[in-house]
Structures are given as C-alpha cells and as structure tokens.
C-alpha cells in the first residue's frame, strides 16, 4: 500500500522530465542553492566595495585610547557601535560591540531552531515542525527589532564632530554624519540594510512555510521538503550575517 | 482536511543529528567568543594580524554553517564542486577590488 502511493506520487510530482534527480537533489533544492549562489555574489560584491572603499580612505594612525570621530579618517568601529539599550539607565559609559554580538548569538540560535525543524520535518513530525518554526520566526523578529534599535540610534547619533567647513553634525544620514566619512554610514545602511531585507523577507517565508505546517499541507504531499528549502535560504542569512559581523564591525 | 490523513507515521527524534547540530552551535558561539577576545586583547597596531585572523575564523564558521545547517557537506560531490566553486571568482575580486582601493588613496592623497 504504502508503496503504490509513493509511486503515484512520483510520477505525478517528478519535475525532472527524464525521472532521474542529478546530483541526488530535487529541482527545487537544487534551483535554492543556485539562487543562494547568485546572492551570495551580490552581498560579496556589496562587501567587496566597502573594502574598496575604506581602503580608498585614510586609515586613523594615532592610539585607539585618543581616537575621535573625524571627516579625515575612517572611524574605528568599535568606537562607533558601542551603545547597549538602557545602558546609561545602569551606569555604564561603553559597550562596544556587545549589542552586535548579542544579534550575532540570536541568528546562530535561530538557525539551529530551523534545523531542528527540517530535521522534524524529515520524520513527518508536524507538532515538532510547528514548535520549531515558531522559534526561528520569533529569533527572525527578535533580530529584526535588534537592527531597528540599531539604526535608530545610529541615525540619532550620540556626539557631535565637525565637518572640513566647519558645520557641526549629529548623528548620521547617507549624505554625511557624524562618525567619520560620508561614505561610512552609506555602506552601513546599504549592507545591513540589504542583509536585513533578507531577513525579512525570510521572516515572512518562514511564516508561510508554518501556516502550511499547521493546515496539513507538507502531511498531505507526503514530504516536508518546503521546510529543507526554506531553511537554506535562512541559514544563507546566517551566514552572510558571519560575514557582515566580522568585516563591518569586527575589522 | 487534516482528518484525511490519519496514516502519518512520526519518526522517533534521530538524538546523534540533534547531538551534531548543538555540537555545531557551541563550536559558533565559541568561535565568536574567540573573536571578541581578539577584538579586545589585541591592540590595533598588529592591524593585519587581526584582519587575517578575524578572516580565518569567518571561514571556519561559514564551513560549519554550510557543511552541516546547510547540509552541503553531505551531499554529491557534483552539487558541492557546483556551488563552492564559483565561489573563487570572488577571492579573485577581492584582491583586484582591494588593490584598487590602495591605488585610489594614493592618487587623492
């Protein structure tokens, strides 16, 4: 019985018109990681460019203890991401880098959640599936309202520098701020900006692939393989995530 | 709907992949911890030491999340050499495009 099913479904299902997978994978895994490879050239050029471009700018020379926000030079960014959410309220002057890192242990943790559900999935354990989707999409928001914090205390800025003409500046736009060249905050909203459209948008697949869980669908098909596939496409915003931390905050 | 298929067998959980994964978790969240140790101990005259450190612990753990969340470590060779690969292009751009920078500071400054 249960054989005869798994034919039918075969014929009817199969996408590769010759019946054979190539390379073990079903089209649609194999088309997700084509995709995720042509991401993964997009946010390589994307880093590549801020490479450029603060390499094409001149680097601080002095001692990091005297380090000052200045139009002349890159900005160290530790000196730049250094606020923690009410830690003034505690007394604390400086936290560099801890908020950063902290979004940094949430990602790891939501993916270990989506592999956790794709490996429910593979023992068509619904329940299982339904729990551990809800954590990654709970670590996808937690991440996203981390990076609103983010932005919206670099936008409002802490300090004030001056510009070559004398204007004072407070906080940062894309056309200039506070923290050193115009271009630095740029490439800040781009990049993250981009890496956080992903998140996102993976937020909301993620969100789909659970209501789907939920109502039967992947039961109904006799697979969960929409999970596997959705939870590359979250695990690739981990990753480009690895590589953000280190070359935008850590370098 | 979901009364038609009563036939669903759950699988019990397979504990040796649950094991690998957490293994995986810690070994990201020490590698990160490593990078914050860095980050801080080592002062910012040894610049390029820090880079090419920081660079190498990124590559390890972009191997353990693509190795084993992303499960490319298990799967055919052909479908590995497809996607890593292409990935060299990159390594090239990055030389090029960082040379350039170099040479862009040196003509404006």
Known sequence: ?251 | MEQQTPQVEVQPVNKAKVKNFIKVMLYLAAITAVEFGIAFTVPHEHKWVRIIVFIVLTIVKAYYIVAEFMHLGHEKKSLKMSIVLPMLFVVFFIFIMIYQGGAILEALY
């Open chain 1, 1 to 251: 019985m249960a054989n005869s099913a798994v034919i039918v479904e075969e014929n009817k299902k199969n996408i590769w018109g010759g019946g054979v997978s190539p390379m073990k994978a079903s089209y649609g895994k194999l088309m997700m990681w084509f995709f995720l490879l042509s991401d993964a050239f997009t946010f390589s050029a994307l880093l590549i460019t801020y490479g450029l471009i603060r390499f094409s700018h001149p680097a601080y020379a002095g001692s990091v203890a005297d380090f000052k926000f200045s139009q002349e030079y890159w900005p160290i960014p530790e000196k730049v991401f250094e606020a923690f959410p009410g830690m003034h309220a505690l007394g604390i002057e400086s936290a560099p880098l801890v908020f950063v890192g902290l979004m940094t242990f949430i990602l790891i943790i939501s993916s270990v959640t989506m592999v956790l559900a794709v490996e429910a999935g593979e023992r068509m354990d619904r329940k299982a599936v339904e729990k551990w989707m809800l954590w990654t999409i709970l670590g996808g928001l937690t991440f996203l309202g981390c990076q609103a914090w983010e932005w919206a205390h670099f936008i409002h800025g802490s300090d004030m520098s001056m510009n070559a003409v004398g204007n004072f500046l407070q906080g940062a736009g894309l056309s200039a701020n506070q923290y050193g060249p115009p271009n630095f905050a740029a490439l800040f909203f781009f990049i993250t900006g981009f890496h956080g459209f992903h998140v996102f948008s993976g937020v909301l697949i993620n969100f789909i692939i659970f209501y789907q869980a939920t109502v039967g669908i992947f039961e109904k098909r006799g697979h969960y393989e929409m999970v596997e596939k959705v939870g590359l496409y979250w695990h690739f915003v981990d990753l480009v995530w690895v590589f953000v931390f280190t070359f935008f905050y850590l370098v």
